[in-house]
C-alpha cells in the first residue's frame, strides 16, 4: 500500500527543478548517514539552489579552485561531490585539493577517469570522506581502482554507460555505483536495473530556463 506523503510548496519556489521521479527507484548510497539517490551535475549556485536533487556533484572542466569549492558548499543546502581533478591536473596538487575540498565540508571528492591509481593511494592516505573515481570505459580495472582505495564508482560512459554499469555489478555485486541516468525515465530505469545505486541527473540551464520566462512574459505583456 502507498504511503500518503503530504507536500508542501510556496509561492515563490513554485517553479524549483524537480529531478526525475524514477530515480527513487534506486537503491540509493548512505553516506554518513545520508541517503543519496539523485545527484544533480552543476556548478551554477542559482540552480544549486533550487533543486530537489539529494546532492550535487560539482565537476567541471577547468583546474579545480578552492574558491570555486568553497563557495558551491556554502550556498548547497545538500551534500557536495566536488571535482578535484585527474585529468589536467595531475599528482600532489589532486592530493591538496581533496584535502581542502574534505575541510570545506564536501561528502565527497571526484576524480577524472585518467587519475592514476598511484595518485588515487595518495588521496585515500590523507582523506576520510569518499573517493568517487570515474570510469568512462569498459576497459577500466576496476580491481585496480578498488584496491587503490575508490569508495564509489562514477559510470559515465555515454551510449555504453548502462553496459559498463551491468559488468561492474555483476562482478562486483556490492561496489556503491553512481551513473549518468540519459535523457529519459527509460534509460534512468534501465541504468537502475543495470545495478546503479545512485543517478546524476544534468538540469536544465539557467539560460535555458530563463528563455522559457522571458518567451511567457513576450506572450502576457506583448
Do not use: H, W
Request: glycine content about 8%; hydrophobic content about 40%.
Amino acid at each position: 500500500m502507498t504511503k500518503f506523503i503530504p507536500e508542501i510548496r510556496g509561492t515563490l519556489r513554485r517553479n524549483m527543478i524537480e529531478v526525475p521521479d524514477c530515480i527513487r527507484k534506486a537503491s540509493g548510497i548512505k553516506i554518513f548517514g545520508k541517503r543519496i539517490r539523485s545527484l544533480a551535475f552543476t556548478t551554477d549556485v542559482a540552480i544549486i539552489k533550487n533543486i530537489n536533487a539529494d546532492a550535487i556533484i560539482a565537476v567541471y572542466p577547468f583546474t579545480p579552485q578552492p574558491a570555486i569549492t568553497k563557495v558551491i558548499t556554502m550556498a548547497a543546502d545538500v551534500p557536495v561531490f566536488c571535482g578535484v581533478g585527474g585529468g589536467v591536473t595531475t599528482g600532489k596538487r589532486v592530493v591538496n585539493l581533496a584535502l581542502d575540498a574534505e575541510f570545506e565540508g564536501a561528502i565527497g571528492v571526484v576524480v577524472n577517469a585518467p587519475t592514476s591509481n598511484e595518485t588515487v593511494r595518495a588521496v585515500r592516505k590523507i582523506i576520510d570522506i569518499p573517493i568517487v573515481v570515474t570510469v568512462v570505459s569498459e576497459k577500466t580495472n576496476i580491481q585496480s581502482r578498488l584496491e587503490s582505495g575508490a569508495s564509489i564508482l562514477n559510470v559515465s560512459g555515454a551510449s555504453k554507460t548502462i553496459d559498463i554499469v551491468k559488468r561492474i555489478r555483476d562482478k562486483y555485486p556490492e561496489v556503491p555505483i553512481i551513473a549518468t541516468g540519459g535523457p529519459t525515465d527509460d534509460t534512468i530505469l534501465k541504468t537502475i536495473e543495470a545495478g546503479a545505486n545512485a543517478i546524476t541527473y544534468t538540469p536544465p540551464t539557467s539560460a535555458e530556463l530563463f528563455k522559457k520566462s522571458m518567451d511567457r512574459y513576450r506572450k502576457e505583456l506583448g
